[in-house]
Each structure stands twice: as structure tokens, then as C-alpha cells.
């Protein structure tokens, strides 16, 4: 069956710091590998997506940026974190239909 | 993109009553998917529509894609606690692979 690994559970780092989050797929390959994030309270905003290993696209400009250096591995990073990119970050997975989301990771930047 | 408007923001529910939430959208859609976010976790993938004017019940929710494949709506039966979360539709393209999510209906239960 298929899983997906999403770490780390929760994260609080200072404004200026790196970021790297990363997520795992297993069981299934060629998925399309998905970065959404979510405010609190909100709604879920799409950031990058990639339909393969090296092909990312990125909805909207921003301090982040987005690799998937292999089929089931999608990393979700940042040079320096701003105050604005506290938030839940989901990864997600789908092949058809359905998006299968990983647990997600609270980002706080303080 | 698209842009799908999700309706109530908010939904307050006395056990054992039933609630709609609805989802429209200005443009015809392709296909219509809904998810459910429990309090503190993350979406989890209900049930996709496609066909116009489809139908799909799963126990006491029912899900409908209009005639004219712009609107779609959940409808919960007897609400228990264990709706509690947010209930969000989202919608692709038919030429690719993103999902555009709407903001979503809360749902609280009162006992």
C-alpha cells in the first residue's frame, strides 16, 4: 500500500534561518508531488507541484523554493524564513484522483 | 486558475440535525473532489465527482454535482460529533494535475 512521510511533525525557527522539509512517498511510483501550505484557520494554497524527478512549477512567488531530487522524494526549502512563513505545510501524492496528504509540519517562525 | 466559492464559512450543528455545505463555481468544472480536515490533522480525500448531475452517498453524507457541472453540495444526515472538522471542494482543470481548494466549511457539533 501506499504511504507518505512527512518530517518534521513541528518546527519553530528564527526569521532568517534555513528551512528544509522533506517527504517521502512509498509504494507507488511516477506520483505528482504536491507542496500546499495552510494558514491558521484558512484555506489550502497550492506552492509547488512536480510531475516528475528535476520538474517542479511554483504557483506563486515567494521566499521557498521546491526540489525533488528523486521520484518518491519532494523537499520543500528556504534560504532565509520570514515571519510570514509560519504555517502548516502539507505534502501530498496523487497518481489519478484523490490527493493523499502527509501528516504536515507547523512551521513557526518567530 | 479557477476559483471555486465554498458555502457556509461556518457551521453550527445541533447533534442529530442535518447540514448542507455548497460549493459553486462560475466556470464549468471537470470534475469536483471533497475532503474532510479533522481539528489539528490534515485533509483527508472523500469522494470525486465527475458526471453531471451525479449522486454519490457514502453512509450519511451525499454528494451531488450539479446539471450544469458549476456547483456541487455536501449533505451530512444526522450529525455526530464525529463530523466535527472542515469539509473543503476542490477542483482541477481538465488539462492538468492541480487542485484549487475553497476555503472551506467548519462544522462544530453542539450535543
Known amino acids: 500500500s501506499q504511504t507518505i512521510h512527512q518530517w518534521p511533525a513541528t518546527l519553530v525557527q528564527p526569521v532568517g534561518s534555513p528551512l528544509s522539509l522533506e517527504c517521502t512517498v512509498e509504494g507507488t511510483s511516477n506520483p505528482n508531488l504536491y507542496w500546499y501550505r495552510q494558514a491558521a484557520g484558512r484555506g489550502l494554497q497550492l506552492l509547488f507541484y512536480?510531475?516528475?524527478?528535476?520538474?517542479i512549477s511554483s504557483e506563486v512567488p515567494q521566499n521557498l523554493s521546491a526540489s525533488r531530487p528523486q521520484d518518491r522524494q519532494f523537499i520543500l526549502s528556504s534560504k532565509k524564513l520570514l515571519l510570514s512563513d509560519s504555517g502548516f505545510y502539507l505534502c501530498a501524492w496523487s497518481l489519478r484522483y484523490g490527493y493523499t496528504f502527509g501528516s504536515g509540519t507547523r512551521l513557526t517562525v518567530v | 486558475g479557477q476559483q471555486v466559492m465554498q458555502i457556509p464559512q461556518y457551521q453550527h450543528v445541533q447533534e442529530g440535525e442535518d447540514f448542507t455545505t455548497y460549493c459553486n463555481s462560475s466556470?464549468?468544472?471537470?470534475?469536483i473532489q471533497w475532503y474532510k480536515q479533522r481539528p489539528g490533522g490534515h485533509p483527508v480525500f472523500l469522494i470525486q465527482?465527475?458526471?453531471?448531475?451525479e449522486v454519490k452517498k457514502q453512509k450519511r453524507l451525499t454528494f451531488q454535482f450539479g446539471e450544469a457541472k458549476k456547483n456541487s453540495s455536501l449533505h451530512i444526515t444526522a450529525t455526530q460529533t464525529t463530523d466535527v472538522g472542515t469539509y473543503f471542494c476542490?477542483?482541477?482543470?481538465?488539462?492538468?494535475?492541480?487542485?484549487?481548494f475553497g476555503a472551506g466549511t467548519t462544522v462544530t457539533v453542539r450535543a
Open positions: 512536480s510531475v516528475g524527478i528535476g520538474q
Open positions: 476542490a477542483l482541477s482543470s481538465s488539462n492538468d494535475y492541480k487542485l484549487s
Open positions: 465527482l465527475v458526471k453531471s448531475g
Open positions: 466556470t464549468t468544472l471537470s470534475n
